[in-house]
């Protein structure tokens, strides 16, 4: 008997996932924007990709990282400004005070500490080509065991994925 090949992802669900947990960054940040500032004790640990289209910063600094770069946003940054599709941010980098302008398409991780909530990504370029990447998924793994409550609560493409 002859099996039906698996059917193609047209909706490209990943993306649209992809998309909407990115705009979970996006709300924190804007959160984060407004006049009062964090609440509490959240604060941002976000890791981007550097040469990913749109990121934009002073040379020198982006220089350093050539691959991924992570940022904190906790206590000593100025002018966040969060927008559709990118967020820009004044850091200070060795003293001197520096602008960042980082797509949510470039983030690949976005964590908060205070709270253990963690978001992974997939890199800008993988989320582009996403009918091959999902015809690619891994086979789902077996029953996960009881989570650790002390581990970060992790959000990935992967808790979307059919099992």
Do not use: C
């Not at 040379?59 to 946003?73: A, F, G, Q, W």
């Amino acid at each position: 008997m002859a099996q039906d090949p698996p059917a193609q992802d047209q909706m490209h669900y990943e993306a649209m996932a992809q998309e909407a947990l990115r705009g979970v960054v996006k709300a924190a940040l804007k959160r984060a924007a407004a006049p009062e500032g964090l609440p509490g004790a959240h604060h941002f640990y976000i890791t981007f990709k550097t040469e990913a289209p749109g990121v934009s910063g002073p040379n020198d600094l982006l220089s350093k990282y050539p691959d991924e770069m992570t940022i904190v946003l906790q206590h000593q940054y100025w002018d966040l400004a969060p927008g559709e599709t990118f967020f820009s941010v004044t850091l200070k980098f060795g003293g001197q005070s520096k602008r960042l302008s980082v797509p949510y398409a470039a983030v690949t991780r976005f964590y908060d500490p205070s709270v253990q909530f963690l978001l992974q990504f997939e890199a800008p370029s993988a989320v582009t080509n996403l009918p091959s990447a999902a015809a690619a998924a891994p086979e789902p793994a077996p029953d996960a065991p009881e989570r650790d409550p002390d581990a970060p609560n992790v959000v990935s493409l992967d808790t979307f994925r059919k099992k």
